[in-house]
Antibody, heavy 119, light 107 residues
Framework: QVQLVESGGGVVQPGRSLRLSCAAS????????MHWVRQAPGKGLEWVAL????????FYADSVRGRFTISRDNSENTLYLQMNSLRAEDTALYFC????????????WGQGSPVTVSS | EIVLTQSPATLSLSPGERATLSCRAS??????LAWYQQRPGQAPRLLIY???NRAADIPARFSGSGSGTDFTLTISSLEPEDFAVYSC?????????FGQGTKLEIK
């Protein structure tokens, strides 16, 4: 079965960096677009970033563009999110999410990796 | 950016009752709408995609309808495990956006 397991979250000071990883299994990772979606405490869901199956095209929410970088290693079946210049408003649970080929809804979710930005 | 507005914010019903949840888009999204269920402490789960298609392993009591700007998620007869937060999401245009959620609680 499809499994997405995030890691790398934690507590970090404002302005610092953090890198999230997502280990994928149970499907052909290189066939699928992948996303990061976040959820601030007690709030709704916010799409953060998308990377297409081959890693050549990436898209970002305005709130993170220029600070966050999404990447993938198809040989290792792993998705990444490099987060720089972190702000308090980036505090959230970050989900690694898969979408079916050519259809950008979210059919499989990881359990999430918590990120807290606080001094 | 397309804004999705869900109503009501909270819906209080009893097991066995019918639930009707609404999602309205700020502009037409044809049928590019999905619905998700999120139980406390869990990740969201895809219920409905492209407005009316049930995702794999989703019970038949869940159905979706609508097109353009107005969409509905219906749960025909509530089971205890259905009490959760429901969110809609559009994939018509960037950035992909979610509604703020409807909390379905036990009356």
């Amino acid at each position: 079965q499809v499994q997405l397991v995030e890691s790398g979250g934690g507590v970090v000071q404002p302005g610092r960096s953090l890198r999230l990883s997502c280990a994928a299994s149970g499907f052909t990772f290189s066939d699928y677009a992948m996303h990061w979606v976040r959820q601030a405490p007690g709030k709704g869901l916010e799409w953060v970033a998308l990377i297409l199956y081959d890693g050549n095209n990436k898209f970002y929410a305005d709130s993170v563009r220029g600070r966050f970088t999404i990447s993938r290693d198809n040989s290792e079946n792993t998705l990444y999110l490099q987060m720089n210049s972190l702000r308090a408003e980036d505090t959230a649970l970050y989900f690694c999410v898969r979408s079916p080929p050519g259809r950008y809804y979210f059919d499989n979710w990881g359990q999430g990796s918590p990120v807290t930005v606080s001094s | 950016e397309i804004v999705l507005t869900q109503s009501p914010a909270t819906l209080s019903l009893s097991p066995g009752e019918r639930a009707t949840l609404s999602c309205r888009a700020s502009q037409s999204i044809t049928t590019y709408l999905a619905w998700y269920q999120q139980r406390p402490g869990q990740a969201p789960r895809l219920l409905i995609y492209d407005a009316s298609n049930r995702a794999a392993d989703i019970p038949a009591r869940f159905s979706g309808s609508g097109s353009g700007t107005d969409f509905t998620l219906t749960i025909s007869s509530l089971e205890p495990e259905d009490f959760a937060v429901y969110s809609c999401q559009q994939r018509s245009s960037w950035p992909y956006t979610f509604g703020q959620g409807t909390k379905l609680e036990i009356k």
